[in-house]
């Protein structure tokens, strides 16, 4: 309903007497309804925020060129339904390689057109040429892209954002789209193009409310850039300030990015040749440590030698294995934190704060098994408490660890699983807590007792899986 009414001339209305169109642009919104080739809607609003969708914008473009499209037909497209009241302007348009559809043979007529779809179309139906000198903090690296950009922009249609940037994967909004439409077709509209490197604001920052007709539209925001850097290992970069947008892109950790406006929990920002909007909760002020620092906790020490069994302790066995294993991830520039490295007795929670106060970003604390004399095996521990994130993690590390020590010791794979042990549950990072074999099995706590290298290096392989899983 609301569709139709945008595109059904309403005689009575005219722009002065539309009550929430800013008088800047009052003379270019007149100009278009004065055509009729946009409207406003009954209630007296032009709604310059709404967004428009691809078939509105096929219709309003074959209006203002005089394409033979007021009569629905049979189009190329298979989600056009012949008898909808675009479907004339969307072939016509089509037929005069105006306005494309996507690659699958579909148009797509209820989605919100883009920006850079704007500066398309645009570009294809007033047939403009790309200019040399523009271009945009966030220009597209895809030279056609680029090049429609520069056209409108080159051509005085528009000059982006106050800020320098396009925003070319922003839906275009129904005064954005009116503006650029009404300068493309009468040149008197057009504005001296401007390098973006010298901004001038031509494009209405989306007010939030319906100005009051005597004032000018204010830009809703800081012009000025803010740098933060991305705090996780992967970002997604989406078209639109949610989930539900489209990825555009994604960061790693450590890019840097300049921050605009925000939209509740998401922020428009770009960052080389990406740019769309990312969640505020992936990213810092403060430049993040690229090196990965694991905290090492070989289990008890001192006066608490934990399990004892065949003239072995358990706080020797897993403090020999920490020490080589240390080596081994320093040896790959990767920064350890021991919670002891020598026999002394630690208590479980200064554990996880020496780890969390180094800065550690991963807890892999060592253990020895006991039970029966014939009981065998490797099995390594993690939980899902906390964060979804480390919970995820802390899983992932059991795995790659378990998987790694089996293969190495040739035990019997008792497998991951899950126990609030102390040092693991009270804990912000993703961990695990290895029981590397049965201290209280012979032929195990001697094999591990002669083979701490080798239980090291197993160890340090499952760590480096982990961190490459992390793309890390
Ligand atoms: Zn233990």
Known sequence: MLVCLILVPNQSVSASTLSDIPQTYEKEINYLIGKNIVTGYADGEFKPNQLVTRQEAATMIGKALKLDGAKPR???FSDVKPDSYASGYIQAANDKKIIN???DGTFGPTKNMTRLEMAYLITSAFKLNASNDVSFKDMPSNSNAAKAISAVTGAGVTNGYE????RPNNSITRLEFAIMLARALNPD???????????????????????????????????????????????????????SYSKVGSLTKGNEVTTYEKTGDWVYMTSGKVSGYIHTSYISSQKPSLTKVIAIDPGHGGHDPGAVGNGLYEKNLTLGVALHLRDYLNNAGIKVVMTRSTDKFIALEDRVTIAENAGADTFVSLHMNAASSSASGTETYYTTSGTATRAESSKALAEFIQERLVDAIGSKDR????????????NPLPSVLVEMGFISNKEEANYINNHQKETAYAIYLGIQDYYKWQGK
């Open 74 to 76: 049979q189009t190329v």
């Open 101 to 103: 559809g996507y690659a």
């Open 163 to 166: 800020n320098g940037t396009f």
């Open 189 to 243: 509209y057009r504005i001296e193009p401007v390098k973006p490197s010298e901004p001038k604001p031509t494009e209405p920052t989306q007010p939030s409310e319906p100005e009051d007709s005597n004032e000018t539209v204010k830009p809703s925001e800081p012009s000025e850039g803010t740098t933060m850097y991305v705090t996780t290992a992967s970002l997604n970069v989406r078209s639109g300030p949610g989930t």
């Open 415 to 426: 497998g991951e699983k899950t126990a609030n042990y102390k040092v693991i549950y009270k």
